[in-house]
Each structure stands twice: as structure tokens, then as C-alpha cells.
């Protein structure tokens, strides 16, 4: 029989208290469920951090946005991501605006085309289906947030180049992004005017002109700031500005070009397929 390490009393195999003094004898059951208890409690402190933490990011990014659309060149620091945010906040809207508006157009000209091929065929043929899906969204996201990116990148080789400046590229991002701001909401108005839209009429494609007419115009202002705010420029700012927009179009034209030779060729995929089917 055992004895208690406490009293010296006998105690009973498998007892956890003795039965004289009380003493408890089961410790290391005891030990565990208190460690158990410890590390569920700082688990759940550590969540409540991480909430707390995440609701204040993005508070501070929230205030930050709304501070730039009141006052787009009244720059404010934020959060250190908050420009690459907005940035693809404004891609993510515009291709699948861009995704949207092409799968329509497209699906017009496929239901015309299958129209036609009944005509040709009685009415045996099978029909093609609508090329555009989710990849047109990836590639308007990677090509828009890409040349964005490396819009700025240039903007900031070009500043660094012309004048003594020190700032770093986040900064600079944030900055650009601070001042294009409103983008976001006018991505936002083209995505859900691109879903009220349903055909190509006159008005929707004059207002999607204006609408992406006031996005770049946006954009090349928000760039362009940057030359005109240097000082003790190498050159004048007016030259400085003039070499940040030809590297602008420069990029905007390599960025266009690869996008449009992608389609270039699923389009002609499209063309052979009707034929064949005709």
C-alpha cells in the first residue's frame, strides 16, 4: 500500500486525494489540465490580438482612403501597403469591368456567328461557346497592376535621376496612389455600369469613354505631380514631366501590345473555328 508523501498515511492505489490530510496526489494530471487551460487562454488572447490588430489596419487604411479622395494632394504616410492596396483595388475593378463588357460583346458575336452557321449548315451544326472567361480577368489584372507598378518604378528612377532625391519606392507608391485615389470609385462605377450595360449602344460606349477618358487623365495628372514637385531639378520640371510621360507611354504601349497579341491569337483560334464549322 502506498503512503501519502505528505502525512505518511496509507492510501489506497489509484486514490488522487489522501483521505487524513487532503494532500492531492494525482499533481501531473493536475499540471497538464492547467498547462491546457494556460494555452487555450493564450491562444485566445492571441486572436483577440490579431482582431484587434487587423480591425486597426484597417481602419487607419480606410481613413487614409477617404483622406485622399477629400484632399488627393494633401499626402498622408498610412499604412506602408496602403498605396499597393489601392492600386489593386483599382486593377481588380477594371478587369472585370474589361471582362465583363468583352464577355457581352463577344457573346453577341458568337450568337451571330452560330446564327449564321445554322443557316449554312440547317441547323446541324453545334454551336461555339463564349471565349472569354475568368482568364481575360487575370490577364487585365497582371497587365494593369504590372504596368502600373512599373510606371511608378520609372517615375522613381527618373526623379532619382534628375534631382537628389532620397525617397523610396513604397513611399513613392503611396504617394501616386494618395493622389489617383479616386480611381478606385470611378473602377467602381465602370464594374457596375458594366454589369447595367446590355448592348453596344451609343450612349453606354460614349459614357465608357468619358468614364476611362477621366481615368487616365486622373492617372497622367497623379504622375506628372510628382516632376512638377521636385526642386533643384537638373532640368527644368517641365522636361523632367515630359520624360516621366514618354516613359508612362512607353510601358502603357509594351503593356497593350502584349495583351492585345495574346488575343490576337485565341481570336483567330475563334475565326478558324466558325469557319471549320461553316
Known amino acids: 500500500m502506498n503512503k501519502c508523501p505528505n502525512c505518511g498515511s496509507d492510501i489506497k492505489e489509484g486514490a488522487k486525494f489522501c483521505t487524513s490530510c487532503g494532500y ?19 491562444d485566445r488572447a492571441r486572436q483577440t490580438a490579431d ?9 487607419n487604411y480606410w481613413n487614409w482612403l477617404v483622406t485622399s479622395w477629400k484632399h488627393p494632394f494633401k499626402v498622408e504616410t498610412g499604412e506602408k501597403y496602403s498605396g499597393l492596396v489601392t492600386l489593386a483595388i483599382e ?15 463577344a457573346g453577341a458575336f458568337v450568337e451571330s456567328s452560330n446564327s449564321i452557321m445554322s443557316l ?7 454551336s461555339t461557346s463564349n471565349p472569354v472567361g475568368f482568364n481575360v480577368f487575370l490577364v487585365f489584372f497582371l497587365a494593369s497592376f504590372v504596368a502600373v507598378l512599373a510606371i511608378i518604378g520609372a517615375v522613381l528612377l527618373i526623379e532619382k535621376g534628375f534631382s537628389d532625391s532620397n525617397k523610396e519606392y513604397l513611399d513613392l507608391v503611396n504617394e501616386v496612389a494618395h493622389k489617383t485615389s479616386s480611381l478606385v470609385l470611378l473602377n467602381a462605377v465602370l464594374f457596375v455600369y458594366s454589369f447595367i450595360v446590355s448592348n453596344a449602344s451609343v450612349n453606354s460606349v460614349v459614357l465608357i469613354d468619358v468614364i476611362l477618358g477621366l481615368i487616365s487623365m486622373i492617372w497622367v495628372i497623379g ?23 514618354i ?5 502603357v504601349s509594351i503593356a497593350g501590345w502584349i ?15 466558325l469557319i471549320g464549322a461553316i
Open 91 to 105: 486593377s481588380i475593378f477594371f478587369a472585370l469591368s474589361v471582362m465583363i463588357l468583352v464577355r457581352k460583346i
Open 223 to 245: 504622375i506628372l505631380s510628382v516632376a512638377f514637385e521636385l526642386e533643384e531639378t537638373k532640368l527644368d520640371n517641365i522636361y523632367v514631366g515630359l520624360v516621366i510621360y
Open 24 to 42: 492531492q496526489l494525482v499533481q501531473g494530471n493536475v499540471n497538464n489540465t492547467v498547462n491546457t487551460t494556460n494555452t487555450a487562454n493564450t
Open 247 to 251: 516613359a508612362h507611354m512607353i510601358i
Open 51 to 59: 482582431a484587434d490588430k487587423m480591425k486597426e489596419v484597417s481602419m
Open 120 to 126: 449554312f449548315s440547317g441547323g446541324s451544326s453545334s
Open 259 to 273: 495583351v492585345v497579341n495574346h488575343y490576337a491569337s485565341m481570336l483567330t483560334d475563334v475565326i478558324s473555328e
